[in-house]
């Protein structure tokens, strides 16, 4: 947002600027017609203010058949594509790369499509490069290999394992993301976005963040900066990350910002869980906090920590607090006020001002409890097609208040050799692709079946099945009904 600069005079005599958040009202409501049940959702299961992203819908299928850092076949030539596109996948494994990947608008990722255990990104980070984007049940696990090599000379601070401002109309569902030397996943600025059943876990604690002023590498083991406009964030799981678990952005919308933030959890904090709001609008709701090993007893039982801004001002946020569940904690699990701990050294009537008695409108999401919703995260977030041994062992470590930070992929500590490193990333076997003789994304048993014709690729963007989803649509969300 453009912050408005406002001139004003005191007797005439005195000229003052001022930059900074209009007063914010009690509540912020959604956006209209977000219910209209004449739009098709992103895909079932899709909630939230970014369920109706259309992602690629109708365009061109890409077919990953390789795990190189770009060339033919690769997912680098997907993702950076032009095109309006579905892209899919005929093999599965991690892919390293070399240099970072911004993925252009109109796409649909579909990592369930990968035959055997899947895809992981690693290496260098991927970004959001526009808009309309759906990703599903993919990796990203980043790593300090390049970061490293930068060390104390570029004060870059690292890269995000996955990243993107200022876009609109996005979708982020059933997707890991580890090992980052900023944050895990950063995804603010923009409008219209939900982020679903996503494992943010394990960002480097101590790696190669160095940014300029730094004497030495930095703890940084941030899980994300998430806002917006309108976001909705539900399900998700945050674990063994220091802090940002995550930072609400609030600074660059304000005071449009509005985000629904309910039954995620949230597990083994360090410094802080949730922080900052400057100056946005936020709901907490049935979130379950749990406390681990690296948790800071003076934080132990905390919800979340508002911030302000001096210069240039922008007041604290509104935020509705309710239902959260803090394990150890049962007076603030009863009564959730006890949890709201103000920063920037903000006052009771700060709080009084800051924390509101009625929920901001939003894109209606169905509720569960706390309780409720911290099995259902376990059992179903991430890159939960195939679950790998990364993500398992982050849900066993929440289940058991096991765990730590760690400072390397891997668990190394700092200064391992890279090449020790390597056996990090949990090996991901490829099973045979189904034959696709047409190479249209839809395997010929499954075209045959359903009396499609295995030898016309146009099929697949043809809304012969249902008359919301194109029939490769229809397909990759069958695969998820088997599972």
């Not at 399900?235 to 449009?256: K, M, Q, S, T, V």
Request: aromatic share 10%.
């Amino acid at each position: 947002m453009k912050r408005k600069l406002i001139y004003y005079s005191l007797f005439g005599l005195l000229a003052l600027a001022v930059y900074g958040c209009k007063a914010q009202k009690q509540t912020v409501n959604a956006k209209p017609n977000e219910s209209s049940s004449q739009r098709a959702l992103a895909f079932p299961g899709a909630e939230g203010f970014g369920k109706f992203t259309t992602g690629g819908r109708g365009g061109k299928v890409f077919v990953v058949t390789n795990l190189n850092n770009d060339g033919p076949g690769s997912f680098r030539e997907a993702a950076e594509s032009k095109q309006a596109r579905t892209i899919v996948f005929a093999v599965s494994g991690t892919i390293h790369l070399d240099k970072s990947i911004s993925i252009q608008s109109n796409a649909t990722i579909a990592g369930q499509s990968a035959p055997g255990d899947g895809i992981c990104i690693a290496d260098k980070s991927v970004s959001l490069g526009g808009d309309n984007i759906i990703i599903r049940f993919m990796r990203f696990r980043l790593g300090d290999k390049w970061q490293r090599q930068a060390g104390k000379t570029d004060g870059s601070g690292g890269e995000d394992a996955f990243g993107g401002t200022r876009k609109k109309n996005i979708i982020i569902d059933h997707c890991s993301f580890s090992w980052s030397n900023d944050e895990a996943i950063s995804v603010y600025a923009g409008d219209s976005t939900t982020l679903q059943w996503n494992i943010i876990s394990e960002p480097l604690n101590y790696s190669y963040h160095f940014e300029t002023g730094d004497a030495d590498f930095e703890n940084h083991g941030y899980g994300g900066i998430w806002g917006g406009r309108h976001v909705s964030a539900h399900h998700n799981l945050f674990a063994h990350c220091n802090n940002r678990n995550p930072r609400f952005d609030g600074i660059r919308n304000c005071p449009e910002e509005l985000v629904d933030y309910r039954n995620n959890v949230i597990y083994n904090w360090g410094g802080n869980s949730i922080y900052a709001g400057e100056g946005g609008n936020y709901n907490l709701v049935d979130n379950y906090y749990k406390y681990g090993p690296n948790t800071n007893k003076d934080v132990r039982f905390r919800i979340v920590n508002p911030g302000k801004r001096e210069a240039p001002f922008i007041p604290f946020g509104k935020f509705y607090v309710s239902g959260n569940y803090v394990d150890g904690a049962p007076d603030i699990t009863r009564n959730n006020w006890g949890g709201i701990v103000m920063g920037n050294k903000g006052t009771e009537q700060d709080k009084r001002e800051s924390i509101i008695d009625t929920p901001h409108g939003v894109v209606a999401i169905p509720s569960q409890s706390s309780v409720q919703a911290y099995e259902e995260v376990l059992k179903g977030s991430g890159a939960s097609y195939k679950r790998d041994t990364l993500d398992a062992r982050i849900i066993n470590d929440v289940r058991t208040r096991g765990g730590r930070f760690i400072d390397v992929q891997g668990g190394f500590p700092h200064g391992t050799a890279l090449e020790q490193t390597l056996k990090a990333w949990p090996f991901l076997e490829s099973t045979k692709a189904p034959l696709d003789t047409d190479n249209d994304g839809m395997p010929d048993t499954w075209e045959k079946a359903k009396g499609l014709n295995s030898d016309n690729a146009t099929d697949a963007t043809a809304f012969t099945l249902d008359k919301s989803y194109t029939n490769l649509e229809v397909y990759l969300n069958e695969l998820l009904k088997t599972n």
